[in-house]
Structure formats: C-alpha cells, structure tokens
C-alpha cells in the first residue's frame, strides 16, 4: 500500500511562491497517475491539476492554469507542485492522492496566503 506524505506548506505573502512536495513509499508510484488537491475551510475538497506516469500530460484547474505547475520525480518517488503567483483564494489543505481510484488521504500540507 503506498502512502502519502505532503510537505512545503506555509505561510505566504500574495503574489509568492511556494513548492510542495509529496513523498511515496511503497510499490508502483511510476506507474500510476497523480493529482494535486485542495481544501479550503468549509468547502469540499477540489481539484488542482494532475499528471500522468511518465509526466507528459498535465491538467489544471483553471483558477491555477498559468499559475501552478506539477511535475514528479520517479526516481525519488516525489510530486511536486511549484505555485507562483499565490492569491488569497489558493489558502487551503493540499493534498497528493493518484488521479483516480484515490488511496487514504495524506495529513495534507496548510497553505495560507496572507499579507
């Protein structure tokens, strides 16, 4: 079973950037497609965007398309999610979790975006 770890949340001032990363142990991260996901105080959690295997295809939300990047190492079994441009309305949970099929949720990783 592979489980999720999310990390490089924080505190940030609109208009910055943050890099998120999550960690996978256990078999088959290479081969299994991977999203992005979040949720802000008293809402339902979202998507963000998502990439397959191999990282040649991407999708976003369109509140982050421009925005947001993700991308992942097989390698080291990581995911990432570089966020520039940080709004206010991007403070919430972030989670990683496959594309589909999702495993048990992660702790997750606050992004808050304040001034």
């Known amino acids: 079973q592979v489980q999720l770890v999310e990390s490089g949340g924080g505190l940030v001032q609109p208009g910055g950037s943050l890099r998120l990363s999550c960690a996978a142990s256990?078999?088959?991260?290479?081969?299994?497609?991977m999203g992005w996901y979040r949720q802000a105080p008293g809402k339902q959690r979202e998507f963000v965007a998502s990439?397959?295997?191999?990282?040649?295809?991407?999708n976003y939300a369109d509140s982050v398309k421009g925005r947001f990047t993700i991308s992942r190492d097989n390698a080291k079994n990581t995911l990432y999610l570089q966020m520039n441009n940080l709004k206010p309305e991007d403070t919430a949970v972030y989670y990683c979790?496959?594309?589909?099929?999702?495993?048990?949720w992660g702790q997750g990783t606050q992004v808050t975006v304040s001034s």
């Open positions: 256990g078999p088959f991260f290479s081969v299994m497609s």
């Open positions: 990439i397959t295997s191999g990282g040649s295809t991407k």
């Open positions: 979790n496959k594309a589909s099929n999702f495993l048990s």
